[in-house]
């Protein structure tokens, strides 16, 4: 399969030039719209799982507030034979879950929980080296070379059409500002002819990719 670049230039005439800076950008933002709105079972693909533990080498909590790391899909912990799914908790109630006298709360090896706050991922009992705690999570690309690449680690396969799309339509609303200050109008109606058709075009691959 031809690389991403080549794959666009098909899209919006191989007589044009891409920006390819701004393509790599383009198709980074593009793999986050589209992973966010995947249904859960090709989210999964874009999936990658964090090991907590003492702090000393896996850390107690999961930092949220990083480039790569999205939405939480779930959580296991180890009781020290099984990794046990872990129930979700909501913030307000997480001291309760260290409480044993909360029984719609209490968190232990068995029956495990976890929580979010201050934007960090926390599972109770406390994941240790021995017994961790796992975090599944989206994972987004945070740099994409379109000349490099003719397909993603982590990014289903049946999406990847929509990340060409993505890049072609941005690229074609670079070309019709370009024309508004060229005024040159034949033009214009032209790229935005192909532009609307692209559009279209994603919105209903998307749709039906949500729809899976």
């Not at 709105?37 to 907590?52: M, N």
């Not at 396969?157 to 941005?170: F, P």
């Not at 609303?173 to 790229?191: G, H, K, P, R, T």
Request: hydrophobic residues 35%.
């Amino acid at each position: 399969m031809a690389n991403f670049d080549a794959q666009i230039l098909d899209l919006i005439g191989e007589s044009t030039s891409l920006d390819e800076t701004a393509a790599n950008q383009w198709v980074v933002e593009g793999a986050r719209e589209i992973i966010m709105q995947l249904p859960l079972t090709l989210q999964e693909k874009c999936s990658d799982k964090a090991t907590l533990g003492d702090g000393s080498p896996n850390p107690t909590t999961l930092d949220l507030d990083t480039a790569s790391y999205g939405k939480v899909l779930y959580c296991t912990r180890n009781n020290g034979s099984y990794d046990i799914p872990c129930r979700f908790v909501e913030s307000h109630n997480a001291h309760l879950t260290e409480d044993s006298t909360a029984t719609n709360f209490y968190a232990t090896a068995d029956d495990p929980a976890y929580f979010i706050r201050d934007n960090k991922v926390e599972i109770r009992p406390q994941p240790t080296d021995a017994q961790g705690g796992f975090v599944y999570h989206l994972n987004y690309p945070t740099s994409i070379d379109v000349s490099a690449v003719d397909s993603l680690a982590s990014f289903p396969i049946e999406a990847e059409h929509l990340l060409v799309l993505y890049v072609a339509t941005k690229q074609l609303e670079q070309f019709l500002a370009d024309e508004v200050a060229n005024e040159d109008s034949e033009l214009y109606a032209m790229i935005s002819d192909q532009y609307a058709k692209l559009k279209a075009n994603y919105s209903v691959s998307l749709a039906t990719i949500k729809g899976a």
